[in-house]
């Protein structure tokens, strides 16, 4: 593994060589250099990812940034704005089995159940008695979690 800092832009390159029947490939991790505790300066070498020498296939490059940013964005919906912590964490709890969303404030399970502030089981409204009383229960569920974890609070 190799590593190269780029004083101008504070980040520092590792390349990683990996042999493949395809010849050589590398893969290359971009690092911010503020994270490097220390360092040692081995000497000057000439610069592998020199542009005429390399090949960056640009296609799979921007699928993969597209696929991160769409993550990215999918992650940021699913935060809670000016909810509490206990919010998020029922949230996250009905996120593991069943679709949710946030309108609001107002946890929305399976676009018909509504579980609004103060996010007990009595909040929960909307939707099919069954999945109703699916939600009540892992709001109920959720609840005692959370106060065992937190003694009551």
């Known amino acids: 593994m190799l590593f190269y800092l ?3 832009s504070l980040t520092l390159k590792s390349q990683e060589e990996s042999k493949s029947g395809a010849g ?5 991790r971009l690092l911010k250099a503020n994270y490097i505790k220390e360092f040692a300066f081995l000497g ?10 390399c090949f960056l296939d640009l296609n799979t490059l921007q699928s993969k940034e597209e696929s991160a940013i769409r993550q990215a964005e999918a992650e940021a919906e699913r935060i809670g704005v000016g909810v509490t912590p206990q919010a998020q964490s029922l949230f996250d709890a009905l996120f ?9 404030s107002t946890i929305v399970v399976m676009n018909e159940v509504r579980v ?5 089981p009595e909040s929960v409204t909307g939707g099919t008695p069954a999945a109703n009383e699916r ?3 892992v709001v109920e569920f959720e609840k005692k979690r959370l106060q065992s974890r937190y003694g009551g609070q």
């Open 24 to 28: 050589p490939k590398r893969n290359i």
């Open 135 to 137: 939600v009540r229960k």
């Open 96 to 104: 593991k089995t069943l679709p949710v969303r946030w309108d609001k």
């Open 6 to 8: 780029k004083k101008s």
């Open 116 to 120: 609004s502030s103060p996010y007990l």
């Open 44 to 53: 000057h070498a000439e610069d592998p990812l020199d542009a005429n020498k």
